[in-house]
């Protein structure tokens, strides 16, 4: 099973369009995760919502409004508004107060935190990350002649690991599950990995050690990428500028699954 899978099963009640434009944002969802990007998760789910009602909308019959008039929030709950003698519990009240959770996070709570002791903005995308994967295979659950949950759930997990599926933290040591890559792919991977959190120097040179280089050649490797990340005294951080480069080589080694 793949995406296409998950394709092909939505498409049969949904609109292609707007089926599209769910696993695109769920795939980013799941990209911007893993990135540790909060505010980039809080900005996808926000967009899979609106594509999930759009796609709940056209599936019940209702038409769209203008783009400018278009409310996710409320046209969720006229949902339930819905005759329930036509239209399944799950498309008029079950995965519309799902979205509706995740969109209250996403308006009210996501990207407008303070800085503090607590990052709220990790806790919410924590909150939110798993809701989007069940809505997605409640969708797929709601497709599929036999509506199984378990296989839903498991498609759906499948899809997901399929999303950069090349990082791995054991302990808070770093890996990179790729062989045979230079010495600055990996010091770049690591720094992407990790994102928006910093990683030192040693620890950076030690992971990239880990990975086979010598140790020299990481210090080499690490000191030839100084563009890339900021430099806080030891403490490194990838920029815009960076994490376009380990972005575009994950595209290359077919991290979008």
Not at 69 to 83: H, I, T
Not at 163 to 175: H, L, N, T
Not at 220 to 233: C, G, N, T
């Amino acid at each position: 099973m793949s995406r296409d899978a998950v394709k092909a099963l939505l498409v049969t009640k949904f609109p292609t369009k707007h089926v599209d434009s769910c696993l695109k944002h769920f795939v980013a969802v799941q990209e911007k995760f893993a990135a540790r990007d909060w505010d980039g998760v809080a900005l996808k789910v926000g967009k899979f919502v609106e594509a999930v009602t759009k796609a709940l909308m056209i599936h019940c019959g209702k038409t769209l409004p203008a783009p400018r008039n278009f409310k996710a929030g409320a046209e969720l709950k006229a949902l339930e508004q819905l005759d329930k003698t036509l239209h399944s519990d799950t498309v008029r009240i079950v995965i519309p107060k799902a979205c509706i959770f995740a969109y209250e996070i996403v308006n009210n709570r996501g990207g407008r935190h303070d800085p503090g002791d607590i990052d709220a903005n990790a806790m919410d995308a924590t909150a939110i990350h798993p809701l989007v994967s069940w809505v997605l295979a409640e969708l797929v659950r709601y497709c599929s002649t036999a509506g199984n949950a378990d296989d839903a759930a498991a498609l759906i997990e499948e899809v997901t690991r399929k999303v950069y599926p090349y990082f791995e933290d054991i302990d808070g040591r770093a890996y990179v599950n790729v062989s045979n890559l230079s010495a600055p792919d990996y010091a770049l991977l690591l720094l992407y990995s990790v994102y928006p959190k910093r990683m030192t120097r040693r620890e950076l040179t030690e992971a990239v050690v880990r990975h086979g280089a010598t140790e020299a050649a990481a210090v080499m490797a690490i000191s030839r990428m100084r563009a890339l990340f900021d430099d806080d005294e030891g403490d490194l951080k990838l920029r815009g500028v960076g994490r376009q480069k380990a972005e575009e080589l994950l595209k290359e080694l077919g991290g979008e699954g």
